[in-house]
């Protein structure tokens, strides 16, 4: 998917975040960008946060059949412990959806991973931007996807505390890579004006796989989440992907797939797609007006002899 990713990447550019010092096709020439793609990230984001996110939590119980005194109690016993726990003991949750509702309109996909972590001892719910998630070419949707991997950046003392909590082997890790973004990230660390330290903030890139093997030898395969170094190719762990008393065998999906528009194919449609056009032709517009105007005022010209 290197072509999609390399459209987005020039598709922030319509952002306008940056002003732009253009010397084409004069120097000095107006570098703004139209704020009609930016103006309606912002709203959307803004919007949905409310509404998903409102004061009381985001959690609303329903009783389903007939309604008794008990089962009341216990939808509202539910509700206000989860709003507890999402709001409060997953300190991760408000910062990161509200970072993930930015991504989906402009993009058109974004991902949650949610899963238990045995390090915090509790639920966690984390966003996961596009450029670290890829799924088969064929997948429709999640539930159908035969494979899926997650990139995950792990510095040197998360490893260590990983592996002394048991969620991956005791093996002879490698030298951490010193520069493992992609190049979506890059284009918006080069947007903010961030850079990567390749001296002191070294990183594991790991491939957490989701996908179906046949590892005990039945002639079926099941679902299994393996996770590798990427570096160096080597397996840190193994996990069957299926709860144990199930009989279907059923795969479990840490993943929440949010699109905004659905789209021909896995990714959907977002503002880029639908307002690029028209914001290259917006600012365009606005260049030339704001040039004409300068030179319409610039006291520019010169004296000849004689004059």
């Given at each position: 998917?290197?072509?999609?990713?390399?459209?987005?990447?020039?598709?922030?550019?319509?952002?306008?975040?940056?002003?732009?010092?253009?010397?084409?096709?004069f120097a000095g020439a107006s570098g703004a960008t139209?704020?009609?793609?930016?103006?309606?990230?912002?709203?959307?984001?803004a919007q949905s946060y409310k509404e998903m996110l409102?004061?009381?939590?985001?959690?609303?119980?329903?009783?389903?059949?007939?309604?008794?005194?008990?089962?009341?109690?216990?939808?509202?016993?539910?509700?206000?412990?989860?709003?507890?726990?999402?709001?409060?003991?997953?300190?991760?949750?408000?910062?990161?959806?509200?970072?993930?509702?930015?991504?989906?309109?402009?993009?058109?996909?974004?991902?949650?991973?949610?899963?238990?972590?045995?390090?915090?001892?509790?639920?966690?719910?984390?966003?996961?931007?596009?450029?670290?998630?890829?799924?088969?070419?064929?997948?429709?949707?999640?539930?159908?996807?035969?494979?899926?991997?997650?990139?995950?950046?792990?510095?040197?003392?998360?490893?260590?505390?990983?592996?002394?909590?048991?969620?991956?082997?005791?093996?002879?890790?490698?030298?951490?890579?010193?520069?493992?973004?992609?190049?979506?990230?890059?284009?918006?660390?080069?947007?903010?004006?961030?850079?990567?330290?390749?001296?002191?903030?070294?990183?594991?890139?790991?491939?957490?796989?989701?996908?179906?093997?046949?590892?005990?030898?039945?002639?079926?395969?099941?679902?299994?989440?393996?996770?590798?170094?990427?570096?160096?190719?080597?397996?840190?762990?193994?996990?069957?992907?299926?709860?144990?008393?199930?009989?279907?065998?059923?795969?479990?999906?840490?993943?929440?797939?949010?699109?905004?528009?659905?789209?021909?194919?896995?990714?959907?449609?977002?503002?880029?797609?639908?307002?690029?056009?028209?914001?290259?032709?917006?600012?365009?517009?606005?260049?030339?007006?704001?040039?004409?105007?300068?030179?319409?005022?610039?006291?520019?010209g010169f004296k000849a002899k004689g004059v």
């Open positions: 998917r290197d072509d999609w990713e390399q459209a987005y990447t020039k598709g922030l550019d319509l952002l306008g975040f940056k002003y732009e010092n253009r010397t084409e096709p139209h704020p009609v793609l930016a103006e309606a990230v912002t709203q959307f984001q409102p004061s009381g939590g985001p959690v609303k119980t329903a009783v389903l059949g007939t309604p008794t005194k008990e089962t009341e109690s216990q939808a509202q016993r539910v509700e206000d412990f989860m709003n507890y726990q999402i709001m409060d003991q997953m300190k991760e949750y408000e910062p990161e959806f509200d970072q993930m509702l930015f991504h989906l309109p402009l993009i058109g996909s974004a991902f949650k991973k949610v899963y238990y972590d045995a390090n915090l001892k509790r639920p966690v719910s984390e966003f996961v931007p596009i450029d670290q998630f890829y799924v088969s070419y064929y997948a429709t949707d999640l539930r159908n996807a035969d494979r899926y991997t997650h990139l995950i950046y792990r510095s040197p003392v998360d490893m260590e505390k990983d592996i002394r909590s048991g969620v991956y082997d005791d093996v002879d890790l490698p030298e951490p890579n010193e520069n493992n973004v992609t190049g979506f990230t890059h284009k918006l660390d080069n947007i903010i004006g961030m850079s990567p330290s390749s001296d002191n903030d070294p990183q594991y890139l790991l491939l957490e796989q989701h996908c179906y093997l046949d590892i005990e030898g039945t002639d079926e395969s099941l679902p299994y989440i393996v996770t590798v170094i990427e570096q160096s190719r080597q397996v840190l762990s193994i996990r069957r992907n299926y709860k144990k008393d199930d009989k279907n065998q059923e795969k479990v999906s840490h993943f929440v797939h949010y699109r905004f528009v659905p789209g021909f194919s896995f990714y959907g449609f977002g503002l880029m797609h639908f307002l690029g056009n028209l914001t290259m032709t917006a600012t365009a517009a606005m260049r030339s007006l704001v040039d004409a105007g300068q030179f319409a005022n610039l006291p520019g």
